[in-house]
């Protein structure tokens, strides 16, 4: 069944977009994202998000016209622009990359940061040492998994979420880094310090196993 015509809404303002033609009932939501596309440039697929309602939940791209009732010329749809988008996979990279280059370059270039007498106040401890290991292997096995194991329910999300989040990440690093690495940082007793590293392998290793056996899609930046 072919469908005359379908009205396309501005689901913020409620204004009226434009006009698809061409569709069927069989036709899908995606089907109708790529045809506003072909109106609408800067609106491509991953941009839009298509409801039923001003106000309504967002649509599946799976859903077909037929199935949400869409049959004559008189029925609309509302989309709204959900402004420019980057790959998850890229977020994840640059979220992961910044702790990693962070921390490391306060760790092994101490004087930059704390004056050029740094290591002549007190030698650096073991548990900085230590420290340092166990912050590479995190953020490394991130970066391992974001590329090998995780699978991502949506290929982009906002660009400004790139820019919170690494704000997030990098600018917490900096600041454990800082302190961890200081000259005056007081380390903690020999028995703190290794049933906190058998505590963090196990839990590192927990979390890796079950990465593995679920493979679920990675929806959240946390």
Not at 94 to 115: K, N
Request: net charge positive; glycine share 6%; hydrophobic share 40%.
């Amino acid at each position: 069944m072919e469908i005359q015509k379908l009205d396309i809404y501005n689901a913020k303002s409620g204004k009226f977009v434009t006009t698809l033609q061409g569709l069927r009932g069989s036709s899908t939501v995606l089907d109708v994202k790529k045809s506003l596309h072909q109106q609408k440039k800067v609106l491509y697929p991953e941009r839009q998000e298509v409801r039923m309602e001003q106000k309504g939940k967002s649509l599946k791209d799976s859903d077909t016209l037929q199935q949400l009732g869409i049959k004559t010329k008189d029925d609309r749809l509302y989309v709204k622009d959900l402004g420019p988008q980057i790959g998850w996979t890229t977020v994840f990279f640059a979220e992961y990359a910044g702790p990693l280059v962070i921390y490391l370059w306060v760790y092994q270039r101490p004087w930059l940061f704390y004056g050029d007498r740094a290591g002549d106040v007190l030698p650096t401890s073991l548990c900085t040492h230590i420290a340092a290991g166990c912050w590479t292997f995190h953020y490394a096995k991130r970066l391992l998994e974001t590329q090998f194991v995780h699978r991502f329910s949506h290929s982009t999300m906002p660009l400004f979420n790139l820019f919170k989040n690494c704000s997030y990440y990098w600018g917490f690093t900096a600041y454990v880094a800082y302190h961890i690495n200081h000259p005056l940082f007081t380390p903690p007793s020999t028995t703190q310090l290794y049933v906190s590293l058998a505590a963090f392998l196990l839990c590192e290793f927990g979390n890796l196993s079950i990465h593995l056996a679920l493979e679920e899609p990675a929806t959240s930046w946390l």
